[in-house]
């Protein structure tokens, strides 16, 4: 796995953190926190745009964003589990992990760095 994608998923992780932020923020050190969340994962995400195809990186990069949300939701908040939830994360990261096996010849830029 090449820097873009490590950064894809480290952006994706705190872009789950700057999302539950947004709700859960209520003093000025959580909100400081999720700006910096915020900042972190859009930098991670432009720099791997530089590299990558910028669909594939944006679709990755939400599909991830999207399925740590919710899980985090259920996990950490006590937001329902419902299978049908399950079954659409599931098919959302087979669908992220499909783009990043198609990931196409754009990533020869990558190596030209």
């Known amino acids: 796995?090449?820097?873009?994608?490590?950064?894809?998923?480290v952006g994706a992780f705190f872009e789950v953190l700057w999302v539950i932020g947004f709700k859960h923020a209520d003093d000025a050190v959580s909100?400081?926190?999720t700006v910096a969340a915020l900042v972190i994962s859009f930098y991670l995400i432009i720099s791997a745009s530089?590299?990558?195809?910028?669909?594939t990186v944006?679709?990755?990069?939400?599909?991830?964003?999207?399925a740590g949300t919710v899980l985090a939701?259920?996990?950490?908040?006590?937001?329902?589990?419902?299978?049908?939830?399950?079954?659409?994360?599931a098919m959302l990261l087979a669908g992220v992990i499909g783009l990043k096996f198609?990931?196409?010849p754009s990533e020869t830029k990558?190596?030209?760095?």
């Not at 796995?1 to 998923?9: E, H, K, Q």
């Not at 939701?73 to 659409?88: G, N, R, T, Y």
């Open 73 to 89: 939701e259920m996990i950490l908040f006590d937001e329902p589990v419902q299978l049908a939830k399950i079954l659409l994360i």
């Open 50 to 55: 530089a590299r990558l195809p910028v669909g």
């Open 1 to 9: 796995m090449n820097r873009s994608w490590i950064s894809i998923f």
């Open 58 to 66: 944006y679709a990755v990069f939400t599909g991830l964003g999207t």
């Open 31 to 33: 909100w400081g926190a």
């Open 102 to 104: 198609i990931g196409g």
């Open 110 to 113: 990558e190596a030209a760095r």
